[in-house]
């Protein structure tokens, strides 16, 4: 993924999110039977919201996908 150019960073940032994701959903549910990695948000007494961290990564990743397919596309320079 380091060696891409440029132009595709974005993209292999997007699929390594989606999948780094998904095996940490798949270890956390072979190894406990469950999913654990979850945040749990509190604003004094009232409860915001719990986020899990596997599936924000997926969520991030097919945003990014999503992204960059309204990114204008780079031009190609020919060479003489």
């Known amino acids: 993924m380091y060696r ?3 132009t595709q960073k974005l ?3 997007a699929y390594a ?3 780094g994701g ?3 959903n798949l270890f956390d549910r072979l190894w406990h039977g469950f999913v ?3 945040i749990d ?3 004094g007494d009232w409860h915001f919201a719990t986020f899990n961290l596997a599936d924000s990564a997926i969520c991030i990743g097919a945003a990014l996908i999503v992204l960059e397919g309204f990114l204008p596309k ?3 320079k020919e060479q003489a």
């Open 36 to 38: 654990v990695d979850m």
């Open 4 to 6: 891409s150019k440029a």
């Open 17 to 19: 999110l989606i999948i």
């Open 74 to 76: 780079p031009t190609v």
């Open 22 to 24: 998904a095996l940490g």
């Open 41 to 43: 948000f509190y604003v």
């Open 11 to 13: 993209n292999n940032i």
